[in-house]
């Protein structure tokens, strides 16, 4: 069967390397959702601080930022929702701190479109900040890594691939923030076993004929925090029909 979309894109690749029927469902029958607090944390600290690199005003960003999750949240107010919606302002100003000096990008999520050898369809991307010959990814967290995770480093490698430049990862908690550049020696392994793993999610197409018997293929761990309660609805008509 044919993908449903146009393009791939790097969430689909994880998605289907973490939990292949979560992204069966997702995907190939189309079922989204609003998104989880830890989302919107990270989408509201962004509004954030594009809003203070293109205007200068930090307490502007701030207000963009906390007015930007309560839209996604649609004023949900349970638990989970508020601690991350308290989060929001210490994020946000260890963000600002680790980008100071590094003055307005040339490009806010700026749109790829990536062709790999053998895929049919290309690698859709959004780069969060591109100056003249480096980039950055901004990624909210509550613990700090010591490292970049191998997934987000085959995302760097992905961008660097479109664009020639060499990508950092920005990492944000409410308490500190930390930058890891991705070298080239890093870049390359990564990326090619992302190129894998969208070559097998190809492969799994060709010889499947339905969506229905995809979700048949797979099994998967109900606790991961993929499956959203909409999903897990879906599946279970999938399961029924």
Request: no cysteine; net charge negative.
């Amino acid at each position: 069967m044919k993908h449903p979309s146009e393009h791939w894109s790097h969430a689909q690749a994880v998605l289907y390397q973490q939990q292949p029927l979560a992204w069966v469902v997702k995907y190939l029958f189309n079922v989204r959702d609003d998104g989880s607090p830890a989302t919107w944390r990270g989408r509201s600290v962004e509004k954030g601080v594009d809003t203070y690199l293109f205007s200068g005003d930090a307490q502007n960003g701030l207000a963009a930022a906390q007015q930007e999750y309560d839209n996604l949240s649609g004023g949900l107010a349970d638990d989970k929702a508020l601690a991350e919606r308290s989060n929001v302002p210490d994020i946000y100003k260890q963000a600002i701190v680790a980008l100071q000096g590094r003055g307005t990008p040339l490009f806010r999520q700026r749109r790829h479109e990536i062709k790999l050898p053998g895929l049919d369809l290309p690698i859709l991307a959004f780069t969060d900040y591109e100056y003249e010959s480096v980039g950055l990814d901004l990624k909210t967290t509550l613990r700090m890594p010591s490292s970049p995770s191998a997934n987000h480093v085959a995302q760097m490698a992905l961008y660097s691939y479109a664009t020639d430049k060499e990508f950092s990862l920005v990492y944000v908690t409410p308490k500190k923030h930390a930058t890891y550049t991705v070298t080239e020696q890093m870049a390359v392994p990564a990326l090619q076993r992302l190129h894998r793993t969208f070559l097998s999610m190809q492969n799994m197409l060709q010889m499947i004929e339905t969506p229905e018997q995809a979700a048949h293929l797979f099994g998967a761990d109900f606790e991961h925090y993929a499956w959203s309660p909409e999903m897990m609805l879906k599946l279970d008509e999938i399961y029924k029909s």
